[in-house]
């Protein structure tokens, strides 16, 4: 079941941003090589472009993909790690309370109100519900992640060590430099 959800969560990811930029490249085709295009086109992309970004922020959240700036906080013992780690998930996690909250009045309003897309004939409040379901997503991650911070099973936010890879590939471009040069110097 777990594999299933990971599998359609990237393939929906994967989805919007191949129909985004299908879009926009058909859309470039036809205004520039026809002088023509779909008067709905740029809002449709908007609509694409905000589903992505608020779908794939859990997502960016799940495989560690967001920076992470803990200079300071690996600096700490691991307790004091998970103690302050604790409570930036709990203030990250009172930020999406108070995002849920907002989007879920901002969209019963616009369901209420009845209000269509300007350029398309659809609910405006259908088409911005990724408000909500994309902060959902996002608290979601953040409860399993304060809970394996509670367990022990983590120590912070997952991310990538940026430093640590620049640092590798930077060793990685050295030792081939150094390669390429000894064997030039050996061709002579």
Not at 45 to 65: D, E, M, N, P, Q
Not at 76 to 89: D, E, M, Y
Not at 124 to 140: E, K, Q, R
Not at 151 to 179: C, D, I, W, Y
Request: charged share 20%; aromatic share 12%.
């Amino acid at each position: 079941m777990k594999d299933l959800v990971n599998t359609l969560e990237e393939k929906v990811i994967s989805l919007l941003l191949v129909m985004m930029v299908l879009l926009v490249f058909i859309e470039v085709i036809l205004r520039f090589g026809f002088g023509t295009g779909f008067m709905w086109a740029q809002e449709l992309t908007l609509l694409i472009s905000a589903w992505f970004v608020l779908f794939g922020v859990s997502y960016g959240l799940k495989v560690g993909a967001h920076i992470g700036v803990d200079a300071i906080i690996k600096l700490l013992p691991h307790l004091w790690q998970r103690i302050v780690s604790s409570v930036a998930v709990v203030l990250s996690l009172a930020y999406c309370g108070l995002f849920l909250y907002g989007g879920w009045i901002y969209l019963a309003k616009m369901k209420k109100i009845g209000i269509e897309l300007e350029d398309m004939e659809f609910p405006a409040w259908l088409a911005h519900s990724i408000l909500f379901i994309g902060i959902l997503f996002l608290t979601v991650r953040l409860v399993q992640l304060l809970w394996r911070i509670i367990k022990g099973e983590r120590n912070g936010f997952p991310h990538t060590g940026e430093v640590e890879e620049s640092m590798h590939l930077a060793e990685q471009l050295k030792h081939q430099q150094e390669e390429e040069n000894q064997h030039q110097q050996e061709k002579k």
